[in-house]
């Protein structure tokens, strides 16, 4: 079933904000056009109680100029881009700098700010967001039209993202939502047991770039090859934070390289104190597992409260950070008549809780 309204709150947007519900007997997602972003995500632990597992703001307005991009679609090319600057074809094309001197997840006005077009599906379990960026856009060449489709199947959440363009160009398209099985208000994640199959990852420098190296897990932190809490060995990653002050490590904001082609499962969440679980799947090579270790401070859902570091997780799938620069790892080049594909599936499931001591 999908239900839309308009937001009347939103009044310092560049225009109202359109709300999609789509919900069945198990779970419930709240969805909006600004951004084409994921607001909330309900899902039940063993015993049918519900909550909202993703992180977001206290209001609509505030969504929409997020600066951690909760729950949104980023692009054209999220992650990283060293010095904002790449060369295709032999043109050098210069991209805004908007996080110190590189380029971040689309620059200054990204795909996360902008207003998508929104068009519910027929069978009322999915809705689809299209945007269409023109060639020049931020700096990036080539007309793209991108779409993003929500779709809700049993106690599966897919979200497809697709683009075309007129001309060669770059894209990297991420559902950049943070989530937090425990409920979104529930405190940090670090008890969340992480198996990820991926058994090497792309070590990264003081800007949080990769090096260029590909580096195995075997010995390391980020070995989660077999299930481990996600604040296990925390304490051991090194993260200079891209220049930014914390007093404490911020821990994972990396790059792991799948093992596998194609849609595949690639991973499994579970929170031991209710039982809920989530199953990824993808068709990309990497992913991005950021543990919110700068989120302190940041406003919350509920009026008035803040979020505290760690307080949740992203399962960015994705080609890998500022591959315009490095050969060997997965092409970024999208050219006239390919199409651009990146899937990811959400299975939520649950089981019986850890007991508590």
């Known amino acids: 079933m999908t239900t839309e309204t308009t937001s009347p709150t939103a009044t310092s947007t560049p225009r109202a904000p359109h709300l999609f519900t789509l919900e069945n007997d198990s779970i419930r997602v709240v969805l909006t056009d600004a951004g084409a972003r994921l607001l909330e995500l309900w899902v039940p632990d063993a015993a049918g109680e519900r909550a909202d597992v993703v992180l977001g703001r206290d209001t609509l307005a505030n969504a929409f100029r997020d600066p951690n991009y909760m729950g949104s679609t980023a692009g054209r090319y999220t992650n990283r881009i060293r010095d904002g600057r790449f060369t295709l074809d032999a043109t050098t094309y210069q991209l805004e700098l908007n996080e110190g001197r590189n380029h971040l997840h689309g620059g200054f006005d990204g795909f996360d700010r902008r207003f998508w077009d929104a068009e519910p599906a027929t069978d009322g379990n999915a809705v689809t967001f299209r945007l269409i960026s023109a060639d020049g856009d931020g700096g990036y060449p080539g007309e793209l039209r991108s779409a993003v489709e929500y779709r809700l199947t049993g106690s599966e959440l897919s979200i497809t993202m697709t683009a075309t363009t007129d001309a060669a160009t770059i894209v990297n398209l991420v559902?950049?939502?943070?989530?937090?099985?425990?409920?979104?208000?529930?405190?940090?994640?670090?008890?969340?047991?992480?198996?990820?199959?991926?058994?090497?990852?792309?070590?990264?420098?003081?800007?949080?770039?990769?090096?260029?190296?590909?580096?195995?897990?075997?010995?390391?932190?980020?070995?989660?090859?077999?299930?481990?809490?996600?604040?296990?060995?925390?304490?051991?990653?090194?993260?200079?934070?891209?220049?930014?002050?914390?007093?404490?490590?911020?821990?994972?904001?990396?790059?792991?390289?799948?093992?596998?082609?194609?849609?595949?499962?690639?991973?499994?969440?579970?929170?031991p104190a209710s039982g809920r679980t989530l199953d990824l799947a993808t068709d990309q090579a990497g992913v991005q597992l950021y543990v919110g270790g700068y989120l302190g401070g940041v406003s919350a859902k509920a009026p008035l409260t803040e979020y505290a570091p760690f307080a949740g997780f992203t399962l960015e799938t994705q080609t890998f950070p500022d591959s315009p620069h490095h050969s060997h790892f997965p092409s970024p080049v999208l050219r006239a008549g390919q199409q651009y594909r990146n899937t990811m599936v959400l299975t939520f499931g649950a089981t019986t809780p850890a007991a508590h001591e």
Not at 232 to 248: F, T, W
């Open 175 to 271: 559902n950049h939502s943070y989530f937090n099985l425990g409920g979104h208000a529930s405190g940090d994640v670090l008890s969340h047991q992480l198996e990820l199959d991926a058994p090497f990852y792309t070590p990264v420098d003081g800007d949080l770039l990769p090096t260029g190296e590909i580096l195995s897990v075997e010995g390391t932190p980020f070995d989660f090859r077999t299930p481990k809490a996600i604040g296990r060995d925390i304490g051991e990653v090194v993260n200079e934070a891209a220049g930014r002050d914390v007093d404490e490590a911020a821990g994972y904001d990396h790059n792991w390289i799948l093992a596998g082609r194609g849609l595949r499962t690639v991973g499994r969440v579970t929170h």
